[in-house]
């Protein structure tokens, strides 16, 4: 079965400096891999995706992630960390990977600090 | 959250009591999923639908059930036999796979259902 880590259960970063949320994966085919990021007491918002093509996935609100097949690791991305980034951020994979249901990490909790 | 509704934002429920939670899209999906969060954990799966009149369970499906009459619609029931159902319920909606794999679902508001 796919499954997902999320070595990191917080995140600390001063506003403006870069963030990294770390991902790593383990399929057994070719990866369908997914950022999501969810707000107090909401639903969670879709970021980006990464099913083929370029190892830079570029999504919503500025976030990037970089897909490293060696390394299987799908880390999250921004160059300047904003205050409203704060929130509860969601690391997914198919299973399997045509299948209809996701995997989700335990999540990572960012704390942009002004 | 746009697209998918969920019923209502806050439930309370009594000993040995049956509560429904709804969830409506109107992004013409045919896939609709029941997820439940607790604190520190991530989503785990209750009950998934690909198509109207059929379900699937997750792997949390015991002591809660589901229909789907309607494609628009996929209600939850917490019955009774979930002894702890004190969490944030979460509904999802998707197109179908295909071979591209590269759909996505999408959430609801969510669910806080509490007991008395």
Redesign the interface.
């Given at each position: 079965a796919q499954s997902v880590a999320q070595p990191e259960?917080q995140v600390n970063v001063a506003e403006g400096n870069p963030l990294t949320v770390k991902c790593t994966y383990s399929v057994s085919g070719n990866p369908?891999l997914?950022w999501?990021v969810q707000y107090p007491?909401?639903?969670?918002?879709?970021l980006l995706?990464y099913?083929t093509g370029d190892n830079l996935v570029k999504g919503s609100y500025g976030f990037e992630a970089e897909f490293n097949k060696s390394q299987t690791s799908f880390h999250l991305k921004k160059p300047s960390a904003l205050v409203s980034d704060s929130a509860l951020y969601?690391c997914a994979v198919?299973d399997p990977?045509?299948?209809?249901?996701?995997v989700?990490?335990?999540?990572t909790r960012l704390s942009v600090l002004p | 959250d746009g697209g998918i509704t969920q019923s209502p934002k806050y439930l309370f429920r009594k000993e040995g009591q049956n509560v429904t939670l709804s969830c409506e899209q109107n992004l013409n999906h045919d896939a609709m999923y029941w997820y439940r969060q607790d604190p520190g954990q991530g989503l785990r799966l209750i009950y998934y639908s690909q198509i109207v009149n059929d379900f699937q369970k997750g792997d949390i499906a015991e002591g809660y059930s589901v229909s789907r009459e309607k494609k628009e619609s996929f209600p939850l029931t917490v019955t009774s036999a979930q002894k702890n159902p004190t969490a944030f319920y979460l509904c999802a909606s998707s197109i179908r796979a295909t071979r591209n794999g590269g759909e996505t679902q999408y959430f609801g508001p969510g669910t806080r259902l509490l007991v008395l």
């Open positions: 259960d369908y997914f999501y007491n909401r639903g969670l918002q879709f995706k099913i969601f198919r990977p045509y299948g209809q249901n996701f989700f990490g335990p999540g | -």
